[in-house]
């Protein structure tokens, strides 16, 4: 059987924080909100959702249908600007910080 190894490319991501019941649904690990994010907020792509664990959870339309970015997740911005959310431990996994970016 061939093997194949996937293509080193840049994405861009950031960590979904732990936004409880009362605060802001938007909370990010170590910043901002970034433009792609808002902008695909404003779009209707990214949806806040409250679940019954008394967290906020990010409902992202992929290409594959619907998924949720949990507390802990990254949501990742992919080579053609669609987003999905990626689970720390497979993040981790896959991915490495360019040189130069935190």
Known sequence: ????????VEIEAVQY?????ADNPWEIRGGDVPQWLQD?????????????E??????????EGDMYAAPD?????GVKGELYPCK?????ATYEA????D
């Open 1 to 8: 059987m061939a093997r194949y190894r996937k293509k080193p």
């Open 17 to 21: 924080g732990l936004a409880e019941y």
């Open 40 to 52: 695909a907020a404003r779009d209707g792509i990214v949806v806040p959702e409250f679940r019954s």
């Open 54 to 63: 008394d967290y906020w959870y990010l409902k992202i339309q992929t290409l």
């Open 73 to 77: 997740d990254w949501i990742i911005r």
């Open 88 to 92: 720390p431990d497979i993040f981790r």
């Open 98 to 101: 360019v040189s130069g970016d």
